[in-house]
Structure formats: structure tokens, C-alpha cells
């Protein structure tokens, strides 16, 4: 699956060249031919995987930005009213995922979401303590992140 992913940064690296603009559309551009190209072939290269994950990684990405319109749209009616009526709170959400790279993502993921902020790693990296503006039902908010950003980057990475 890298190693898929690498030739397809050489594709694309291989198309600005060609084309002469190293400029970051015509960058990606050049990364969604080569994944094209890549899925016309994949069956002679093994590389059914490799998109597959690539879905995957798409639908944590929509789930993102879905949640990041979703939240910036809350938070907006939230600060426009003439009462400001919050209760924030932290809540400590279990965390399912264990490496590194997967923690790291999830808790950017919150982070960027306004709203929510991601406060800190348990030692024993299992607990994530999330602060958020307006907490009115902890465990809804807690199955809300196990089943959206986490499952999805469960689903992508592993």
C-alpha cells in the first residue's frame, strides 16, 4: 500500500514536470491522474487495497468537513444569541484507538471542530480529555466522537 501510494507521488511529481508548474493544484491534480491511472492497472499491480484505503481516507475526510460545518454553524447561533446559555464542561472519552499517528489524528480532528478542544492524553494513552463549549449530554458527545471520527479513523488506517 505505500508503496502505491510513493508511485503516485512520483506521478504526480512526474506530470508537473512535464507540464512545468510545480504549483500545488496542478500538484494534485497530477496525484488524482495517477491514482486514475493506478486504478485502471490495479489488477495487474495488486493494488485493490490501496484503494480501498484511499475510500476510506475520502470518508474521514467528508465526515470532517461535515462536522466542521455542522459545529462552525452551532457555535455561530450559539455566540449570536442575546443570552450566551452554555454549560461547557470536559469529558474523558475512551479512547478505542491505540497508536500514535491514530491519537494524534483524532485529537486534531476534535481540535479543529469548533466547539471542542482537546485538552490531554492519559499516561497510559487510553483516556482523551476533551473540553467542549457547550456539554448538555457528556456520554451523547462521547458515542457522537467513538462513532464518527474514530470509527472512520479506525476504518481508514487499519
Known amino acids: 500500500m505505500t508503496g502505491l501510494f510513493l508511485i503516485n507521488i512520483l506521478l504526480a511529481l512526474a506530470w508537473a514536470a512535464v507540464t512545468g508548474s ?15 491511472v493506478l486504478y485502471m ?3 495487474q499491480i ?6 480501498r484505503r484511499m475510500d476510506r481516507v475520502i470518508s474521514l475526510v467528508l ?4 462536522e466542521l460545518a455542522l459545529s462552525a454553524w452551532r457555535v ?3 455566540v449570536s444569541r442575546p443570552k450566551l446559555e452554555v454549560s ?3 469529558i474523558a472519552f475512551p479512547l478505542t484507538v491505540d497508536r500514535d499517528f491514530e491519537i494524534a489524528l483524532l ?4 481540535t479543529l471542530t469548533p466547539g471542542t478542544l482537546s485538552v490531554d492524553v492519559s499516561d497510559d494513552r487510553k483516556i482523551l480529555y476533551v473540553h467542549c ?17 474514530e470509527r472512520k479513523i479506525m476504518e481508514a488506517f487499519r
Open 133 to 149: 463549549v457547550d456539554l448538555p449530554d457528556p456520554e451523547g458527545t462521547i458515542a457522537d466522537i467513538r462513532d464518527g471520527f
Open 22 to 36: 510545480f504549483s500545488v493544484v496542478n500538484l494534485g491534480f497530477g496525484f488524482v491522474l495517477g491514482s486514475g
Open 107 to 110: 485529537a486534531n480532528l476534535i
Open 63 to 66: 465526515l470532517f468537513l461535515k
Open 46 to 51: 495488486g493494488g485493490s487495497t490501496y484503494f
Open 41 to 43: 492497472i490495479r489488477e
Open 88 to 90: 461547557p464542561g470536559i
Open 76 to 78: 455561530a447561533l450559539m
